[in-house]
Structure formats: structure tokens, C-alpha cells
DNA sequence: TTGTATGCGTTATCAC
DNA sequence: GTGATAACGCATACAA
């Protein structure tokens, strides 16, 4: 044993040959001798040998290799994505890694830094959304990526796949509205993110065919800190704000919701109907419905490799790939006399 | 703009001055002159620069980057002990990325290559456990790791943080057993990890405390796949099997078996006491109690990280670390008559 | 079928 | 303070 990194030449060194023969046996090139080859796996699989791909990608360009920034890790909706990713990049003999925004345009910045100096061959990101600046670091660096649940609009070169935020908005405000509530606290992610933007719409616009106005007040601003959600609707319920139904701009808001209704001891669903987005209880099993708008994440996450692998394989090709994924109500109700 | 990758070599042709003075004027070397670097660092900056670690490393031997290696990105534990380890890191300077091998031996075996051929100075695992011989893929290329959660009792070589396994299983089962169950269900992760035998271990000397002998039938082994909990649960009861007491390896089987229980119209907690592990429900706002033992993500993040930045700064010492960390009942009872 | 030479982008060393 | 040169480990082109 060596004690430090196995590489080509220690390889050549003890198979008596050289390292570019071992480079190519190792890389099931077919001018190398079926005997040597064999030879030359046994000794690198004896010797731990780990292919230094910093090295190959320097010299060959490319590494199999993506990266995927996501804004969230603990959230349950982006480790189900890159679950999917990951499979889906599996099967065209590609490797992920992952690394985390926490929604932060500097550890954004940071990430994409990370992703592209390690020589992956292209990018998946969930863009944080301050600016299209650090977008453009990929662009300057003929980087190809694609754009993942969220988009900029002013920027049409930029592809993306996204669900239907437009109509998920919608077809939540209405599933409360068709119960009979009008008064609709939307707990929503910040304006600058598209996805946020595209899902007050849909609020609005289901408020309006429904002949209602919205009250500013009831729209709210929930950060990625744990917490957040749960003083704004403690705030709203200590100071008797009138509202009886919750659109969340995603699942893990609204369990916090609840979380926070249940602690004032308000009834759920007798006072208070709420409703989500990501629909993460069909990936996952807990132990209260939630009604959902389902983004449809496998989905998302198979056609974003795709697109992505595309790219990278026909980097010269103009084609513009900008897909929107349907969205629809999944309704859930109580079962068994419990909450939803 | 170039539309490819933006190199020092770019820099230095645009600058007038060579590639080394870029290079180290990028890295605030000292013996550059203020207003070079100054200047060199507005053009890289106007360039979007972004340095090649894969380059820089092969040359230099270490790239500031660490791997983690864990075994479910969905599992919101990990993401939150992801979130942990990050935030340590930064401190150092040190970035990281997440690799996922979903409890698989060769999607384990090709996180390590991936991370390794990256060139990273040091890897955080939490092991599969198969075997050791992925972990001797790192020992024998002199990669620095640190196990997390996890450990190989039978390898004194491996340095872990892990919490007190054994202590958690036996005070889950004593939490149980002085609520007066005697049958508790014991849905456990399975054997060859070694939290899920230590944890046994402890369940069965609460017992043994108790004068009570344990029934085999009620101990199960759950996968990581998502359904696994629900139908290992939902056969007891159409089985009509006794038991009164849930003691899951983690809250997410927990939260599984709970939604199982209430499918079937079983009450909680006046038909069942349930009890999981990790206590994420610290950490996100859930709205239904779950007693839990305490692990402490952060500070086994935190230790992780200060233990493997140690070893990659110190590589010749031979100190060896092995920190286990208190664990303790969170109890969380039914609030306002919801279950518990 | 195998070996030799070259260069990928960067950093370390040394000369100026 | 700055520039020239070599080397990291590997893959490619070409020679043998």
C-alpha cells in the first residue's frame, strides 16, 4: 500500500510497461491485447487504483460529470429532484454531485464556481434569483445548464424547465375559493423568485373570476429559515387577522403552517383549510393529509438531464428548450376524523 | 465574451503580463504591486474568471473542497446534517459537495472514485457498510476521512463521530416500556449498519432491565425505500400481532409507520406509542408530536469536520479519533388533543 | 499491439 | 515585482 494517490505510473511501474498502455487498457480501447488488458485491470483493481478525473478532464475536456445546485437541501422536495436526477443521469453514464445555495446569491455564486472549476461537463441549478448575474458566469464560460423549477423571463436564452406555477396558483386559490373560503393567506416565496411571481398570478386570477378581491395583507413573504412561516401565521392569528384558508408555496411551509395553527389550538380542517405546493406526500409517507399541487419532480427531473445532455453533446446546436410540466390538485382529505 | 473557459492565460494576454504574475496576483501573493493587482483583479472579475481547481489542484495537491458522502439525500436528517457540515466548513474556507449512494454498495463505490479522481482533500462518509472495502478505497489512496454516524468496530483504523447508538436504543425502549408497553415494535434499519446494531443492543438491555424477554417477531428490518415501514407495519396489524409500541430507527420510518397505523383506523396515541430517532422535528415544525431520540446533528457536524480538517492539515500524526456523542429523549406529547 | 512526445491550466521554483 | 520554466496525471496523435 501507498499511502497516497495510485496513479497511471504506479501502475506502469509494476506491470513493466507504459503509462499510456495502461491508460488505454484501463479505457477498454481495443488495439490493447486481450491478456494485457486483463493484466493491467487485476493490478489496478490490486492496487486501489482511482482514476484521477481532475487530470483526464484537463486533458480530454470533458469528466461525465454534472452538477446540481439547489437552493435547499433539507427540504424534502429537492432530495426527492436530485434522487430522480440522479437516476435519470445514472442511466446515460453520468455522475451528480450536489451542492447547496441555502438560497444565497454569494454561496450561489460560490457554488457555480465550485461546479465549473472542477470541470463538470454541464450544470442543473435552481437559480437563487437575485440577479441573472451568476447565470451569466456559466454563460461566460460556455458552461451548458439548464434552469430547474424556476426561470428568468427576461432572458430568453436561458433555457428551462419548470412546472405550470401560473396555473398551480390557480388551481390552488380555487380549490379553497370552490370550498367556500375568501379570505386566502397566501404564505409565497419571495417576488424575485419566478416561481413566486408566476403563482401570485395564478392567486389573482382565480380570485378575480371569482368576482373577489385580494387584500394585500394576506400575502406574505416566508425566507428559507425554519420558523419563518410559523411567526408570520402565529402574528396573523394573535392579532385576529380574518382568514380561513392557507396556500403554501410548498409543502414543508405549510406543515410549518399547520405546526403553528395547531399551537394557538386552532382545528384543522374545521377553521382552517390549507394547501400546498410540490405535492411531497406522494413520494413520502406522514402521517396527516395535506391537499398538494403537484409539480410532477420525475418528471421535471428526467426532461432537465435530458435537455442538459443535449447541450452538452451538441454544444454548437442553437436549439432553445424552455418546458413547462402540468400542474394539478391533489386533493387529500381527512381520513379517519384526523386533521387535513 | 468568449463562450469558453476564461483562463489565466486569457487574463494575461489581455493585461500585457505573464501568466505567473496573474496567478499570483489572484491569490494575493505579496510580492505583487498593489496597482497590478488591483488591475488584474478588475479584469478577471470583467472577465468572469473563474479559477480551474481541477488544474490548480493537480499541481498544488489540495483543492479547499471536501466530499460528503451520504447514504439519502431525501431523508430531511441528512439534509439538515448537511446544512450543518457546510456551515462548519465555510468557517474554515472549505467548501463542499454531497454525493448520494442510497444505501448502495456500488453507487458507493463510484462516490468515492468521484470524489477522490476530484481531487478533494478529505471525504465525510456515512458508510453503506456492505463491507470495508470501499472505505480501504480511500485509506489506500491517502484520502483523509472521517466517519459520520456510523463505524466499523472490527477497523480501529477508521476514525468516526458517531452519537451513543446503544444509549438511544435503550432509552427509546425505557420510554416505552415505563409507559407500560411490553410489545414494542422495533422497525430497525438493517444489521450490517452498525447505529442499527447498537441501537438493538440497547433495546434489549431495557428489557432485560425490565425482566422482560423479547419477542424476535417484533423486530424488523426496514430499507430505505419509501413504503418499506408502511407494509412491515400494515402486516402486523392484519396479522392482528400484538403490539403496543413503536421504537423506529428514525423519525421518517417513524412518521411512515404512524401513517400506516391511522390507514387502518388505529388510534395514537390511545392504541399506540411510537418513538424515532434523529429528532428532526427540532428542526423543522411538523404538525403532529413525535417523542425522538436526540443525536445532535450539529455538533457531530461540527466535530466531523474540525476532526477531518485536523487530519488533512496534520497528515502524519497518528492520533485517532473516535467521539461518541451523548444522545437523550426529546418527549413530545399530544397538544391540544391531536395525537402523539 | 505498444511506446514516445506533447499539452491541458495551474502553481512552485528560481532567475532577473 | 515580474517572467521563464518545469511539473502535476492523464489522454491524444503519431511513430515504431
Known amino acids: 500500500m501507498l499511502g497516497r494517490k495510485v496513479t497511471l505510473k504506479d501502475i506502469a511501474n509494476r506491470a513493466g510497461l507504459s503509462v499510456n498502455t495502461i491508460s488505454r487498457a484501463l479505457k477498454d480501447k481495443d488495439d490493447i491485447a486481450p491478456a494485457t488488458r486483463q493484466a493491467i485491470k487485476t493490478i489496478a483493481k490490486e492496487m486501489g487504483y ?4 481532475a487530470a483526464g478532464s484537463l486533458r480530454s475536456g470533458h469528466s461525465r460529470t454534472i452538477a446540481v445546485i439547489v437552493s435547499d437541501v433539507a427540504n424534502p422536495h429537492f432530495g426527492i429532484l436530485v434522487k430522480d436526477i440522479e437516476n435519470t ?27 465549473i472549476s472542477k470541470n463538470v461537463d454541464g450544470i442543473l441549478i435552481c437559480p437563487a434569483q437575485y440577479s441573472a448575474e451568476n447565470m451569466h458566469l456559466m454563460k461566460r464560460n460556455g458552461i451548458p445548464f439548464v434552469l430547474v423549477g424556476r426561470r428568468f423571463v ?27 373560503h375568501t379570505r386566502i393567506l397566501f404564505l409565497n416565496a419571495p417576488q424575485r423568485i419566478s416561481s413566486a411571481q408566476e403563482r401570485y398570478r395564478g392567486y ?19 425566507g428559507i429559515r425554519t420558523g419563518d412561516a410559523k411567526e408570520k401565521v402565529e402574528t396573523m392569528v394573535e392579532r385576529s387577522e380574518p382568514f380561513t384558508g392557507i396556500f403554501a408555496f410548498n409543502d414543508v411551509i405549510a406543515w410549518e403552517a399547520m405546526y403553528a395553527l395547531q399551537l394557538r389550538g386552532c382545528k384543522i380542517p374545521e377553521e382552517y383549510a390549507i394547501i400546498g405546493f410540490d405535492n411531497i406526500h406522494s413520494r413520502m409517507f406522514v402521517p396527516f393529509p395535506l391537499s398538494s399541487i403537484s409539480s410532477s419532480q420525475g418528471e421535471m427531473a428526467r426532461r432537465a438531464v435530458e435537455i442538459l445532455l443535449h447541450k452538452i453533446n451538441r454544444p454548437d446546436e442553437e436549439h432553445s428548450f424552455k418546458e413547462v410540466i402540468d400542474t394539478a390538485v391533489i386533493s387529500r382529505a381527512a381520513a379517519n376524523g384526523a386533521h387535513g
Chains 1, 2 share one sequence.
Do not use: W
Open 89 to 115: 443521469a445514472r442511466k446515460h453514464n453520468y455522475t451528480i454531485f450536489v451542492i447547496n445555495t441555502e438560497e444565497n446569491n454569494e454561496l450561489e455564486e460560490r457554488a457555480i464556481q465550485i461546479a
Open 154 to 180: 427576461d432572458e430568453p436564452a436561458f433555457d428551462y424547465v419548470i412546472c405550470d406555477d401560473e396555473k398551480g396558483g390557480y388551481l390552488a386559490a380555487k380549490h379553497l375559493l370552490d370550498q367556500g
Open 204 to 222: 389573482m386570477r382565480a380570485h378575480e373570476e371569482a368576482g373577489l378581491s385580494v387584500d394585500p395583507a394576506l400575502t406574505k413573504e416566508i
Open 50 to 53: 482511482v482514476g484521477n478525473s
